[in-house]
């Protein structure tokens, strides 16, 4: 049984169809990569996923319960964490706050402070955030910015983890750390679903990638799958000749 | 925790809580009359800026319903003040303004900014009104009588209401809702996809401090003998708790504690000795506090804390 699973997944904003008709599943264990144009509806389906929005039609799926319509809270509690496109780290609080949070309210039965004081710890030395632990979160830097929204996600221990656009913004070397980071969050076994711009990324960590476009999915399958796909080069990554 | 000074300061700081108490407890047994008055309406002020700044200081939702809350406190008093003994009637106050707040809170709290400030100072107007139609249409009077029980009494009952809405603050803000009450005020959704049931959050919140508004317009209703909507519903009782907190700085508890007290004791020596010029005076300093003290009393206290201790520093 797939993890997650959307069946004909549509949202429309007023007469635009943000994502019409998207069918998906991930595997437990997977990378999953949600590529695509500006406005292909990425972010929108990471939206309904994580229940800010709720479908105009269509089922999502989560460990087989059908989780359309639930509240943001509740899938979090159930194992579903996300990070921002545009980060929302909690800004006049501490990072070490900022992480405890998502201990304290996360998938795991109530937690003593100790405990959940501990995992936020082991959490901040995992992304190696642990010298910055007393800074308020607005003053990090923006790739730390980003970690900490991994990190804040991570403490509420979930199954699947949505990362939207970490490495956006960021230089190669803290893209290649953010890499690194990815693959260490696999490697703990938890399921990833990823937006990502950086191509190298991407394929690299990637284990199955969907590309959306205009709302619609247009191509489905391992990185090589869709490098070599006719239509996703079309309408995404250039011309073939340079290819 | 690790630093030896910080378990030193809390025992003084607990210590002279200690003394302060004492001092409050035993304060009717010698102070005059006019003074256990006065620090009656202090702890009343003390009651309502720390329960507005339970809610309104973490999360930013700045509401100026403490006189609807309040107002219904008071009434519960007169209605029920000659059925059941004071004790259960403040406790139903509290209640019944708790309820207003669910059904308030549950309609509202979508709302964001201005539109909740409009919104909960719309709301004391509304019951001001409603109350006062029924009453002149229905009832025939305007006005009520509530029992009396003597200011001893009174003063006691408030330092009890006073004692448990600061420990319940302090609680609170230790607690892990205490820190999801803030990432409410920071970021809502981040909020709620890191497992805060934001909305109970946000409505059983501001059901608790409109519980000890309530409580505290049911003890004042007893004081006043005659109520009526105007009195009870008093728009200034709205904003002065919001004016005591900024005033005071809502960063710490101690703040909006230290505010309402000032301000209620500033305002009633600007009454006493200025009759003519108090509200002019009381709008310099208030103008004055806003500009200046952006981060309250408690702001710019720490402030000079740190300005004297860094000194210190560069001397050794």
């Known amino acids: 049984m797939p993890i997650l699973e959307g069946m004909r997944v549509t949202k429309h904003f007023g007469g635009l169809a943000a994502v019409s008709n998207v069918d998906f599943h991930v595997e437990q264990g997977e990378v999953f990569g949600l590529i695509g144009p500006n406005g292909a509806g990425k972010t929108t389906l990471f939206n309904l996923i994580s229940a800010v929005l709720s479908p105009k039609s269509g089922t999502i799926k989560f460990k087989g319960v059908d989780i359309t319509g639930f509240k943001p809270y509740k899938i979090c509690r159930m194992g579903v964490a996300r990070t921002f496109q545009t980060v929302k780290v909690f800004p006049n609080m501490p990072v070490f706050q900022n992480v405890i949070l998502g201990s304290y309210f996360g998938t795991l039965p109530r937690m003593s402070s100790r405990d959940a004081s501990e995992k936020a710890l082991e959490i901040l030395e995992f992304v190696g955030l642990s010298r910055v632990k007393d800074t308020p979160a607005g003053d990090l830097t923006l790739a730390n910015q980003k970690r900490l929204e991994v990190a804040r996600a991570m403490a509420t221990h979930p199954d699947l983890l949505l990362l939207d656009e970490i490495m956006a913004g960021l230089n190669p070397t803290e893209v290649a750390e953010a890499m690194e980071m990815v693959i260490r969050i696999h490697n703990r076994g938890i399921t990833l679903i990823m937006i990502e711009h950086v191509m190298k990324a991407v394929m690299r960590l990637c284990d199955r990638i969907m590309v959306l476009h205009h709302g619609q999915k247009i191509a489905e399958g391992t990185p090589r799958e869709i490098a070599d796909s006719e239509k996703v080069i079309k309408v995404y990554l250039g011309e073939k000749s340079r290819a | 925790m690790h630093i030896p000074t910080s378990n030193y300061k809390k025992r003084v700081a607990l210590g002279v809580l ?158 892990r809702y205490g820190l999801a009450l803030q990432s409410i005020g920071e970021c809502e959704e981040a909020a709620a996809h890191t497992g805060v049931h934001v909305t109970a959050m946000k409505i059983s919140t501001f059901a608790l401090s409109a519980f000890f508004m309530g409580a505290a317009g049911a003890i004042m209703a007893t004081r006043w003998t005659y109520i009526d909507p105007r009195i009870a519903f008093n728009p200034v009782l709205s904003f002065l708790p919001v004016l005591m907190a900024i005033f005071g700085g809502t960063g710490q508890l101690y703040g909006p504690v230290i505010g309402a007290a000032l301000f209620t004791y500033l305002e009633e020596f600007l009454i006493t000795r200025f009759p003519y010029y108090y509200m002019l005076i009381f709008g310099f300093i208030m103008v004055f506090a806003i500009l200046y003290l952006p981060e309250g009393l408690v702001g710019m206290i720490q402030k000079l804390w740190k300005r004297i201790g860094g000194a210190k520093h560069a001397d050794s």
């Open chain 2, 18 to 175: 200690f003394i302060l108490l004492i001092v409050m407890v035993t304060s009717p047994l010698y102070a005059p009359r006019y003074t256990v008055i006065l620090l009656t309406s202090i702890f009343m002020f003390i009651v309502l800026t720390v329960s507005w700044t339970v809610f309104s200081g973490p999360t930013g939702y700045v509401s100026l319903a403490p006189a609807a809350f309040f107002g219904v406190g008071v009434y519960a008093s007169a209605l029920l003040g000659f059925v059941f003994p004071l004790p259960v009637v403040i406790l139903l106050g509290g209640i019944s303004s708790s309820c207003l707040a669910v059904i308030v809170g549950a309609l509202t709290l979508r709302l964001r900014g201005i539109y909740f400030v409009m919104f909960t100072f719309g709301l004391v107007e509304l019951l001001l009104h409603f109350i006062l139609w029924w009453e002149v249409n229905i009832t025939g009077t305007t006005g009520r009588v509530v029992p009396t029980v003597g200011n001893t009494t009174v003063y006691y009952l408030m330092l009890g209401v006073l004692v448990i809405v600061i420990l319940t603050a302090y609680l609170l803000n230790r607690s």
